[in-house]
């Protein structure tokens, strides 16, 4: 059974810094894709970053210069780094993996609060 856990979030002011972590636990996998989504109240989630196993990453506009996605193949872990935060990225952060078989796991989400 695959786990996917997040830690790192909490209350942080504008401008200021968070780093989002995020391990798989259980079996061992190598996940073709790893992202991180954020959902608020009344939205859906929004696709944040991702990170390929290659190594390509990918941002939405927003998040541009700002966040930065890594990972750790050998250990199945992804990083968010999130700087130069603003009011409007406050949301529930979740972990997301995507096996070869295609088959997807969320992390159960944790908490990122912008605001001075």
């Known amino acids: 059974q695959v786990q996917l856990v997040e830690s790192g979030g909490g209350l942080v002011q504008p401008g200021g810094s968070l780093r989002l972590s995020c391990a798989a636990s259980?079996?061992?996998?190598?996940?073709?894709?790893m992202a991180w989504y954020r959902q608020t109240p009344g939205k859906g989630r929004e696709l944040v970053a991702t990170?390929?196993?290659?190594?390509?990453?990918n941002y939405r506009d927003s998040v541009k210069g700002r966040f930065t996605i890594s990972r750790d193949n050998a250990k199945n872990t992804v990083d968010l780094q999130m700087n130069i935060l603003k009011p409007e990225d406050t949301a529930v952060y979740y972990c997301?993996?995507?096996?070869?078989?295609?088959?997807?796991?969320w992390g159960q989400g944790t908490q990122v609060t912008v605001s001075s």
């Open positions: 990170a390929t196993s290659d190594g390509r990453t």
């Open positions: 259980g079996s061992i996998f190598s996940f073709n894709v």
């Open positions: 997301y993996g995507v096996l070869p078989s295609s088959r997807a796991y």
